[in-house]
């Protein structure tokens, strides 16, 4: 009786840790932050879009291929949901994100769009006019990267990484 | 074997059958009446069980403690009365003759341990604890009075072997995590299974908690007598007989939930109060009984957008045509507002959901219409007709798209009971069931399902008993291939000592698709759902050993040890990143053992229940643990009890779940944030007079310790709350 009075105190004691937390709030965070800027003509709901910072940039075979890359590896880091099905993207003109990152070289920021279950990038982070080149940016540990500026242009969406240059829409 | 040949053979099986009813009838019965009493306090004792040994009848006490069996055959007999918190009595010698009254008053004495002493979910009749040959938990009405359950997966979360990942119930890991579709327990009220036509998911807000007498879990597989559905276990909600004296019954209860642990998760300056009331009346006018209840419940909800508001209407009725003839009928009606809070936002704000979810509700309607007759045509031949009619409607305005789907089920079943000789007692029956559904996500569907079931329980000696039993089942779902199943079983129960019992049992078990499952077309929070027409049900054989011991005048201890191997399992799983559909997965097994023990110290002042279920989940395809369950379940009840204070303490420890599928990250941020469940939940209760009228107070404070934890990723389960419960009857 003893012992098992003592096992439920132990018991009871770990039940006041209060089990999940917050994130503590003086963690040292790095990143990027920037605004995605929507242009053209723009689908007015349905849509979710993300923004996706990838370490290698290669010719993707689909667009699975990318979120198997997110799911399995830390290759792509993905951002969550910035725009949702209700959110009606014809009334906004552009959304101000900040993006928690690893230290790390990212050679392709990109912005994805859901409807569904189909994908495609719709906004690249480049300077290049045509988008095809994408641009890199170095997080480095405690540092956000400011100004990660994304056109997202539905009359001249990007061409997808894993499809031929301009075919993208 | 043809067609027509089957037919004669029933004929000649049904012509037997009233054959030996013919002869039975030809003799003349006794009868036995008396009233059941405490030793202790001289008070009638409402709810004991009276029986007579060997056969098939026997009967509940009423309201003042008084019962009346009918139709017993002239010979020398052991009567059994017994009812929890009471030690069995068992009155040997009892002699009854032709058309002679016999009155037989009964004096129980309080029992130490609180042990339900029959059951009658395993057989489908009245057992005692030791003729089961399976696993059967118990809630009782005293523990349910002490909790302040407002549905019943409240009450279940401390039974041992059980976890609810929300409200869907898991027995001994067999389910998962499927937002309810789909469950592999077979929840009955009063033998009437009660599942949604639709999803074929348990709704435990459509059972009213006021008027439970008990609850009974069995565990593991149980589809050669129950079907479909009861592949994990069943779980049977028996509802209290309707008193003979005109009653009224008041429950009123509120309370609120505390501030969240972490200021960052507050999110509104309000109070978020729980509140609701139950009023029920009943009254008996000559051979008829009635109960009208209304009840409405409300909760603000600990998370944003999380409130919910039901109401609720209920009738139970019985006529009693003969003594040993009755019908009941329940009518049941709930309508819910509720909003729907599916996943947080994040970590950082765990009470707030995505702002796409803000404003979602999903509004419901659910009636029930079912009816039981029951007809004791003699000691040795009793039969039930029983059946349901469930409609469901919801509609939800989840995502701005608005869902609606409508169901219709309808099950009936024909049981009998026969005892051959004093050795076999023959339980059969035929049960069917159609289901309609019209809906938004599942299209226009048709369910059917046809079974026949037989049982045999053999009583080869006094303390050895065998039972066999196989259940067939037809079941067409739409366009669905339609499926026969056989659903053999064995179970064996031995009476080793007065104080030791054993049990094996081994058995096959089913369970057809859900409509829900096989055909559900949708998309919410970025997933979409799609339908298998290809979809085919889930198999499995179980088996248990396991051992009952009353150590002590103050100990009893039970203990078993399990295995479940599947075939076809039916998991939700995502098929590409952000699809999800139903399929036939894998291939699983399920091993664990359950150790429980009913303690009670200090001449049963104080009373310490302890279970512990240790469970290997594996995915036998992937070689991995299977998603959505946990290792171990660990649960402790303390009550104290002094003069008329009850003050209880329960616990549950339930270890981290070990996998999920690791897609949910893509849509739920910090989906893989869990921890092991460390609960203490405490209440006080007493009795007191107010003018001449007796009162029950109680106070609840759940979550005592303010602990943080998910049963579901992205969805931090309650956090302490108060609740203040009045009641009272007269």
């Known amino acids: ?169 | 074997m043809s067609f027509g040949k089957i037919r004669n053979k029933f004929k000649i099986l049904i012509s037997l059958l009233i054959f030996a009813v013919s002869l039975s009838f030809a003799q003349q019965y006794g009868v036995l009446k008396g009233t059941v009493t405490s030793k202790e306090t001289n008070q009638p004792l409402p709810s004991a069980n009276v029986m007579i040994k060997g056969t098939l009848i026997g009967t509940i006490t009423d309201f003042n403690g008084k019962y009346s069996i009918q139709k017993i055959r002239p010979g020398k007999y052991i009567l059994v009365v017994s009812m929890i918190g009471f030690r069995k009595e068992e009155l040997t010698d009892v002699v009854f003759e032709t058309g002679v009254e016999k009155i037989l008053n009964i004096s129980m004495e309080p029992a130490a341990i609180q042990v339900s002493q029959v059951v009658i979910t395993a057989g489908k009749r009245e057992q005692s604890f030791a003729e089961v040959p399976a696993s059967v938990s118990v809630i009782d009405p005293q523990t349910l009075q002490r909790r302040n359950a407002v549905t019943i997966d409240d009450a279940l979360r401390q039974v041992s072997g059980v976890s609810l990942i929300e409200s869907q119930v898991s027995i001994r890991g067999s389910s998962g995590y499927s937002k309810g579709v789909g469950s592999r327990t077979l929840m009955l009220v009063d033998g009437i299974p009660l599942l949604t036509g639709d999803t074929g998911e348990l709704v435990f807000e459509s059972v009213p908690t006021f008027n439970v007498d008990r609850i009974e879990i069995l565990k593991g597989a149980a589809s050669a007598l129950y079907g479909s559905g009861a592949m994990g276990g069943v779980v049977n909600v028996l509802t209290k007989e309707i008193p003979d004296l005109p009653q009224t019954y008041l429950r009123l209860y509120g309370g609120f939930y505390d501030k969240p642990y972490y200021p960052e998760w507050k999110w509104s300056s309000k109070t978020q109060f729980i509140n609701g009331f139950y009023v029920s009346h009943s009254q008996k006018f000559s051979d008829f009984k009635t109960l009208l209840a209304i009840s409405r419940t409300e909760d603000d909800g600990y998370r944003q957008n999380s409130r919910w508001q039901r109401w609720n209407l209920y009738s139970q009725n019985q006529y009693q045509f003969t003594p040993s003839k009755k019908l009941h009928l329940s009518l049941n009606y709930l309508e819910q507002r509720r909003n729907n809070f599916l996943y947080w936002k994040n970590l950082d704000s765990a009470l707030i959901p995505r702002a796409d979810q803000l404003g979602d509700r999903v509004i419901s309607k659910r009636f029930s219409a079912s009816s039981l007759f029951t007809n004791i045509v003699t000691d040795r031949f009793t039969y039930s007709i029983k059946g349901i009619w469930y409609h469901t409607d919801w509609r939800n305005d989840v995502e701005v798209l608005g869902d609606r789907s409508i169901s219709n089920f309808m099950d009936a079943e024909v049981q009998f009971n026969y005892q051959m000789f004093t050795e076999h007692i023959f339980t059969l029956g035929v049960h069917g069931n159609y289901n309609r559904v019209r809906s938004d996500i599942f299209g226009r569907r048709t369910g059917l399902n046809t079974a026949f079931y037989l049982q045999d329980e053999y009583k080869m000696y006094d303390d050895l008993r065998f039972s066999f039993g196989t259940r067939f089942d037809y079941s067409k779902l739409d366009s669905l291939k339609s499926q026969f199943q056989i659903n053999p079983k064995l179970g064996v129960a031995y009476s080793y000592d007065p104080l030791t019992s054993l049990r094996f049992s081994v058995g096959r078990a089913f369970r057809s698709p859900s409509i829900g499952e096989a055909f559900t077309s949708t998309t919410a929070s970025n997933i979409m759902v799609i339908p298998n027409p290809n979809l085919k049900p889930e198999k499995s054989w179980s088996f248990e050993a396991g051992v009952n011991r009353i150590v002590s005048e103050n100990i009893n201890v039970d203990a078993s040890i399990f295995q479940t191997e599947y075939d076809n399992l039916i998991e939700a799983k995502f098929v590409s990143p952000f699809t999800g559909q139903f399929i036939n997965v894998t291939r699983a097994r399920i091993q664990g053992l359950e150790v429980s023990a009913k303690t009670s110290f200090f001449e049963n002042y104080f009373q310490l229940n302890l279970a512990y279920t240790y469970l290997k989940p594996m995915d036998r395809v992937e070689n991995d643990i299977l998603r959505f369950r946990s290792k171990h379940l660990f649960y402790v009840n303390t009550v104290l009890s002094y003069s008329d204070i009850d003050l209880g303490i329960d616990f549950r420890y339930i270890s981290r779940i070990e996998r999920i599928d690791k897609e949910f990250a893509l849509y739920i941020a910090d989906a893989e944030q869990r921890v092991p469940t460390y609960v203490v939940d405490a209440h006080i209760s007493s009795i007191f007079t107010f003018g001449d009228v007796p009162f029950r107070a109680s106070f609840h404070i759940n979550n005592l310790l303010q602990y943080n934890y998910v049963e579901l990723i992205g969805n931090i389960a309650p956090i302490r709350n108060f609740t203040l419960r009045i009641e009272t009857s007269i």
Request: charged share 20%; hydrophobic share 40%; with cysteine.
């Open chain 1, 1 to 169: 009786m003893k012992n098992l009075l003592i096992v439920l105190l132990l018991f009871t004691i770990i039940s006041c840790d209060h089990g999940l937390a917050p994130p503590p709030k003086e963690k040292i965070e790095q990143g990027i932050s920037g605004t995605i800027y929507y242009r053209g003509a723009l689908p007015d709901s349905l849509l979710t879009h993300r923004l996706i910072a990838s370490k290698v940039f290669r010719k993707f075979s689909s667009m699975d291929e990318i979120i198997s890359l997110v799911l399995w590896t830390d290759s792509i880091q993905i951002h969550p949901a910035i725009t949702y099905p209700s959110l009606a993207l014809t009334k906004i003109d552009s959304i101000h994100f900040k993006f928690v990152l690893p230290p790390e070289l990212y050679k392709y920021i990109a912005v994805v769009q859901q409807h569904g279950s189909k994908w495609k990038i719709v906004g690249v982070y480049s300077s290049d006019s045509m988008r095809v080149t994408p641009d890199t940016v170095i997080v480095e540990t405690g540092k956000f990267v400011e100004n990660v500026n994304i056109y997202v242009d539905y009359d001249n969406l990007p061409p997808q990484p894993f499809s031929i240059a301009g075919s993208g829409r």
